[in-house]
């Protein structure tokens, strides 16, 4: 029969709403775990679980050999590590940063004797410990520490690792996130649009997410043209007729009154490749005129 493995014992440097999300997964889970906060006050409630407390994170990292950081931001964790010993640590960076960031730190980790994975969560703490919600963590970064640590770090969400390189974890995160910001921006203008008019905000909201469900299809489009660089065999909505249709669009702003702001930028764009002759195209062109 299988050997059954005693859980992971690991530590976890900073216990805001996402560290203490996790930190709750892990005692749940039977992990012995080591706690730091900079405001220690945060801890009890863990310690009532089962998690021990350090009074410095040099100690916290002193503890075990799994390292687990989500912090604020990279000043946070540059501090939190400055008199830590790092050698023979697996580091874990889950404080959301840029590609640039993860690998100077991967790069820095290695000076100090420690493998390094940098992660980004892509989910919010209720998305933590329910595997039903879709949550997962990008990993890159030590495809060692990875494999020795697989099971420990799919504990809060599911696990996606996603190379060697250690910036693709925080490059793949923030491209999603800037997607969504796209998203979020196309819901505001929709909503600016209907919202003083006697329609019900409830009912017509349902209709904007199966929309945008019903296009989301287009995100396998792009990879698909972007891969083959072909842009325009199996096109169904080309650009010529999408920039005419802005037209109604920026029309219908100005009779409800509302700021074409959030749509002008990505209009005039398409504009600018229409000009440049490919009204045969999909939106995909536009990404060309992307890239500095
Ligand atoms: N919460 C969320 O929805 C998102 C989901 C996606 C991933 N993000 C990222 O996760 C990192 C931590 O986020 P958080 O939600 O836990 O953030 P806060 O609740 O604001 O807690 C921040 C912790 O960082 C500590 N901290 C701040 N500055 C310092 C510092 N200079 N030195 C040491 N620690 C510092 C703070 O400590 P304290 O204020 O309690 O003393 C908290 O432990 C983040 O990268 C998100 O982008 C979350």
């Known amino acids: 029969a299988p050997q059954k493995t005693s859980p992971t014992p ?3 440097l900073g216990l805001g709403a996402m560290g203490t999300t996790l930190a709750r997964t892990w005692l749940a889970a039977g992990h012995p775990l080591t706690v730091w906060n900079r405001t220690p006050a945060r801890a009890e409630p863990l310690v009532a679980h089962g998690a021990r407390t350090a009074p410095t994170a040099a100690e916290a990292v002193a503890a075990n050999e799994l390292v687990v950081l989500c912090l604020l931001d990279d000043a946070s964790v540059e501090e939190a590590l400055a008199d830590a010993d790092l050698t023979g640590k697996d580091l874990v960076d889950l404080t959301t940063g840029t590609p640039a960031r993860a690998r100077a730190r991967a790069a820095w980790a290695r000076e100090r004797g420690a493998r390094f994975l940098d992660g980004g969560i892509m989910a919010v703490p209720p998305m933590i410990g329910a ?6 963590v990008f990993y890159s970064g030590s495809p060692a ?14 696990a996606r690792y996603v190379g060697e ?4 974890a925080a490059l793949q995160d923030v491209a999603l996130l800037s997607a969504m910001t796209g998203m979020f921006a196309g819901l505001s203008h929709a909503f600016a649009l209907v919202r003083k008019e006697d329609i019900d905000l409830l009912e017509f909201a349902p209709l904007l997410a199966e929309w945008l469900v019903a296009m989301a299809p287009a995100a396998q489009t792009t990879a698909g043209e972007l891969t083959s660089g072909d842009y325009t065999t199996g096109v169904v909505s080309n650009l010529a007729m999408m920039v005419a249709g802005n ?10 009154g509302v700021s074409s702001e ?4 990505f209009m005039d764009l398409m504009e600018r490749r229409l000009k440049d002759g490919h009204g045969d195209e999909s939106t995909t ?8």
């Open 247 to 256: 037209t109604t669009l920026l029309r219908t702003a100005e009779e409800q």
């Open 10 to 12: 690991l530590t976890l």
């Open 131 to 136: 595997p039903e919600s879709g949550g997962y």
């Open 165 to 168: 390189d250690p910036g693709f």
């Open 285 to 292: 062109g536009v990404i060309e005129l992307l890239h500095r």
């Open 145 to 158: 520490a990875f494999d020795a640590h697989r099971q420990t770090l799919t504990v809060p969400a599911g």
């Open 262 to 265: 959030l749509l002008l930028p």
